[in-house]
């Protein structure tokens, strides 16, 4: 007899909808804050990873000026070991300096690579004359001291 029996009624579908975008709004507000958890921890984890790479780095170039200052300036039996010590700093010190880069990109450059350059130059110098027997290796450990403390000064940005 009559098509529609029942009322139609807007309200019904209107408070469906209604919810439907709250439930929605409500999720995207979540999604928003767990977000930006994850943003500000990720952030906090890498300025704390830069920093103890940064202090590692400073502790193995203080290492290797606290080996150099215990050389004397004439080689005996115990100067090639101490070179090779400072080289196992030196390379440390390059190594977490590659590290925070790879990390954290250029920006997270420690020290310049001419740095390193002009210690491990200084070094080779140093073990050739220990090898040939010079007598005196004062300049040569004066010149790489001074890399030391120079590469020391940019770490701490003196």
Same mark, same amino acid.
């Given at each position: /007899? ?26 995207? /507000? ?21 920093? $103890? ?16 200052? @215990? /050389? %004397? ?6 100067? %090639?070991? @101490?070179?090779?010590?400072? @080289? ?6 390059? $190594?977490?300096? *590659?590290?925070? =880069?790879?990390?954290? %990109?250029?920006?997270?450059? /420690? ?8 210690? &491990?130059?200084?070094?080779?110098? &140093?073990?050739? $004359?220990? #090898? ?11 010149? !790489?001291? *001074?890399? !030391?403390? #120079?590469?020391?000064? =940019?770490?701490? %940005?003196?």
């Amino acid at each position: /007899m009559y098509r529609n029996t029942f009322p139609m009624n807007g309200n019904v579908n209107n408070r469906r909808r209604y919810r439907i975008v709250l439930a929605l709004c409500l999720v995207f /507000m979540i999604a928003t804050l767990v977000l930006a958890f994850t943003v500000g921890s990720n952030s906090v984890f890498r300025s704390k990873t830069n920093a $103890q790479l940064e202090q590692r780095t400073v502790n193995a170039v203080s290492s290797a000026i606290d080996e150099v200052n @215990r /050389m %004397g300036g004439l080689v005996t039996s115990g100067t %090639g070991s @101490r070179l090779a010590k400072v @080289r196992q700093y030196v390379y440390l010190a390059e $190594q977490l300096n *590659s590290l925070a =880069i790879n990390l954290s %990109g250029e920006g997270a450059r /420690m020290a310049p690579a001419d740095a390193f350059t002009a210690i &491990y130059s200084a070094l080779d110098t &140093y073990e050739a $004359q220990t #090898q040939a027997g010079t007598s005196s290796t004062h300049d040569i450990r004066t010149l !790489l001291l *001074s890399h !030391l403390t #120079q590469l020391q000064t =940019i770490l701490l %940005g003196d």
